[in-house]
């Protein structure tokens, strides 16, 4: 079983609030990433960190933020949630090894803004 | 990164055997091919990886032929519990460089009794 862990799992909250999902894992992973994905949609992936201090964006534009100040925790920041922004956000993370790259995901956060 | 083209779903009776073909015309020599399966409401869990020719773990078989421009997810004997969506990735496994997977819409996989 994988140690990556989301809160919360679903989030239900008006327009104009600001909202941070936490991802933590316990396995020491260096890499960790955001995904996005819509009901029976593809995952895109909005950000993604090498390490402590290593941000970036991904695929998807997207209008969220994070931060790394420590390994085990990525969390995703969204200053003013929209209607816009209902979509499940699924956390991963691997780690270094030159023949595999297995990535392991945390259940998801399911959020509504109304 | 290589595209993959799989079939959107499929339908198969319980007790059968099940293969997924994915195709990915260009994928590239340091590629790899990596298989995945999510059900609703939960984060993707890693099946089965591979680089050439067939492996096999406890859960999936993957064929790859020599060309590698497909492979095939084989699920022996197939439950209700395998009812799913399954994505096929081809991506480089370089800790050193750039690690960006592409999920592509999946197969979804409908398992009748």
């Known amino acids: 079983e994988a140690d990556i862990y989301q809160t919360p799992r679903y989030l239900v909250i008006g327009t104009g609030k600001k909202i941070t999902l936490e991802c933590s894992q316990t396995m020491g992973h260096d890499k960790m990433y955001w995904y996005q994905q819509d009901p029976g949609m593809e995952l895109h992936l909005i950000h993604y960190?090498?390490?402590?201090?290593?941000?970036e964006k991904g695929d998807l534009s997207s209008e969220s933020t994070v931060s790394r100040i420590r390994t085990e925790h990525f969390p995703l920041t969204l200053e003013s949630a929209r209607p816009s922004h209902t979509s499940q956000y699924l956390c991963a993370s691997s780690e270094y090894n030159p023949n595999t790259g297995e990535l392991f995901f945390g259940e998801g956060s399911r959020l509504t803004v109304l | 990164l290589a595209k993959t083209t799989q079939p959107i779903s499929m339908d198969s009776y319980e007790g059968q055997e099940v293969n997924i073909t994915c195709s990915h015309n260009n994928i590239a020599t340091n590629d790899y091919i990596t298989w995945y399966q999510q059900f609703p409401s939960q984060g993707p869990r890693f099946i089965i990886q591979g680089y050439k020719t067939k492996v096999t773990n406890e859960v999936a078989s993957l064929f790859i032929p020599a060309d590698r421009k497909s492979s095939t997810l084989s699920l022996p004997r197939v439950s209700l519990s395998d009812t799913a969506v399954y994505y096929c990735l081809v991506g480089p496994y370089s800790g050193a460089g750039s690690y960006q997977l592409t999920f592509g819409k999946g197969t979804k996989l409908s398992v009748i009794p």
């Open positions: 960190s090498y390490g402590v201090n290593s941000t």
